[in-house]
């Protein structure tokens, strides 16, 4: 009997994109639920007996343990011999170009409201610089090459993939963040939201908000 997948799974994070996935192969999985720390919202301690990393997403398919959104989305694709994108380039985009102006964006946010009060001024003052400086200039750039792609190609590998689960986070997120004013993308992310599989892995892995 094969052994089912599990995905040990963090609240609010990325590994939503697992659980939908999941269900768009039809592959049987169960969920290991795991909340954050309430006041630095980091994953729990717990998440470093399953990889010394301690971070989610992670999933364990008998004794392997599998990390990295990428590299479990290629594993998963894989393992059912479907979905695979006609290439991985947005597959990995999206965590090693598109996210890390929108992390950069999130932290110089945390620290302008968790500055204390007497150099919170200067906080928000270099946090302004920043953004003004790299953070919003480059954010335009990846969401208008991400709506140019998307204003004439339906999905972002071929037919609808891994790819498009993968890509899904951060444009959600960008979304949450300030609106995205790009009708492309705004349409694209209508789209994923009505699909069956999205919504049953909403129901099962509980509470979403980007971040």
């Keep these: 009997m094969e052994l089912m997948i599990t995905v040990h799974h963090l609240e609010n994070s990325r590994s939503q994109r697992i659980l939908w996935l999941l269900e768009e192969l039809a592959l049987p999985?169960?969920?290991?639920?795991?909340?954050?720390n309430p006041l630095t919202m980091l994953a729990p301690?717990?998440?470093?007996?399953i990889h010394p990393l301690g971070k989610s997403p992670l999933i364990t398919d008998g004794a392997k343990v599998v990390a990295e959104s990428g590299f479990i989305m290629e594993y998963l694709v894989h393992k059912a011999q479907k979905l695979k994108p006609q290439d991985n380039y947005w597959l990995h985009y999206?965590?090693?170009?598109?996210m890390p102006p929108l992390l950069l964006a999130l932290i110089?946010?945390?620290i302008e409201k968790k500055a204390p009060w007497p150099v919170r001024p200067?906080?928000?003052?270099?946090?302004?610089?920043?953004h003004k400086a790299f953070i919003t200039p480059q954010l335009k750039l990846h969401l208008d090459y991400v709506e140019a792609h998307l204003t004439k190609n339906e999905w972002f590998s071929g037919e609808f993939s891994a790819a498009d689960v993968q890509m899904s986070f951060p444009l959600e997120a960008a979304q949450l963040r300030g609106g995205l004013g790009r009708p492309a993308i705004t349409a694209w992310l209508k789209k994923i939201?009505?699909?069956?599989?999205y919504?049953?892995?909403?129901?099962?892995?509980?509470?979403?908000i980007y971040s």
Aim: charged fraction near 30%.
């Design 193 to 197: 939201h009505g699909r069956e599989a």
């Design 45 to 49: 301690p717990e998440l470093k007996a």
């Design 199 to 208: 919504q049953a892995a909403l129901k099962k892995g509980g509470p979403y």
């Design 108 to 110: 110089f946010s945390e």
């Design 29 to 36: 999985y169960e969920i290991k639920h795991y909340k954050r």
């Design 122 to 130: 200067i906080a928000k003052a270099i946090s302004g610089q920043v």
């Design 94 to 98: 999206a965590e090693g170009s598109l």
